[in-house]
């Protein structure tokens, strides 16, 4: 740096939701899945460690199962507002026999994601720093004049059981009505 210069300001950290070539505000097609799933729900200062539990829970349904995953960890929230969450976390399941229904209560059982028509986002870093990234899809959204509806899912990209929460990569699908 010259004499005189104003210094740079420091990085800050997970200073954009996502990193160049992710996609974001992409619209795309998502394919139903079923998923070996479990509902709960969550205040917000504990949310990554509920579906961090949900998650292993499902991990052992599957074992105890004998079902094979199919694909990435998903979080279908039902509901969200400022106290906390509701969800289903699950794992696509290879073979989910079609007449395995959901249970009526929140037990692990085979459930069916959301498809359709949606627009895809990515964030990185740790659950507790996605606000940042659901205010900029928020604002996307708002330029494109797009209406969503109220369930939305997250396709974890890195394994939320093993990676480093500042490392998760997470896909985030909402549905334009």
Same mark, same amino acid.
């Given at each position: %740096?010259?004499?005189?210069?104003?210094?740079?300001?420091?990085?800050?950290?997970?200073?954009?939701?996502?990193?160049?070539?992710d996609?974001f505000g992409e619209? /795309?097609e !998502?394919?139903?899945? @079923?998923?070996?799933?479990?509902?709960?729900?969550?205040?917000w200062e504990?949310?990554?460690e509920?579906l961090?539990?949900? !998650?292993?829970?499902v991990?052992a349904?599957?074992?105890?199962?004998?079902l094979?995953?199919?694909g990435?960890? /998903? /979080? *279908?929230y039902?509901?969200?507002?400022?106290?906390?969450?509701?969800?289903?976390?699950?794992?696509? *399941?290879?073979?989910?026999?079609?007449t395995?229904?959901?249970?009526a209560d929140?037990?692990l059982?085979?459930? @069916?994601t959301?498809?359709g028509r949606?627009?895809? !986002?990515?964030?990185?870093?740790?659950f507790?720093?996605m606000?940042?990234?659901?205010?900029? %899809?928020?604002n996307? +959204?708002?330029?494109?004049?797009?209406?969503?509806g109220?369930?939305?899912?997250?396709?974890?990209?890195t394994?939320p059981?093993?990676?480093?929460?500042?490392? +998760?990569?997470v896909f985030?699908?909402? !549905?334009?009505?």
């Amino acid at each position: %740096m010259e004499a005189g210069q104003p210094a740079a300001p420091p990085p800050q950290a997970n200073e954009l939701p996502a990193q160049p070539g992710d996609p974001f505000g992409e619209e /795309v097609e !998502f394919a139903e899945r @079923r998923i070996l799933s479990i509902k709960g729900g969550a205040g917000w200062e504990n949310g990554f460690e509920a579906l961090r539990q949900a !998650f292993e829970t499902v991990q052992a349904g599957l074992a105890e199962r004998k079902l094979t995953a199919d694909g990435k960890p /998903v /979080v *279908v929230y039902l509901r969200a507002d400022d106290a906390g969450f509701d969800f289903e976390a699950g794992i696509p *399941v290879a073979g989910a026999p079609e007449t395995a229904d959901a249970p009526a209560d929140d037990r692990l059982g085979i459930r @069916r994601t959301p498809s359709g028509r949606a627009v895809r !986002f990515t964030h990185r870093g740790a659950f507790d720093t996605m606000d940042r990234t659901y205010d900029a %899809m928020t604002n996307l +959204l708002d330029e494109k004049r797009l209406d969503v509806g109220e369930v939305y899912v997250e396709e974890y990209q890195t394994d939320p059981l093993t990676t480093p929460q500042d490392q +998760l990569r997470v896909f985030i699908y909402v !549905f334009p009505k």
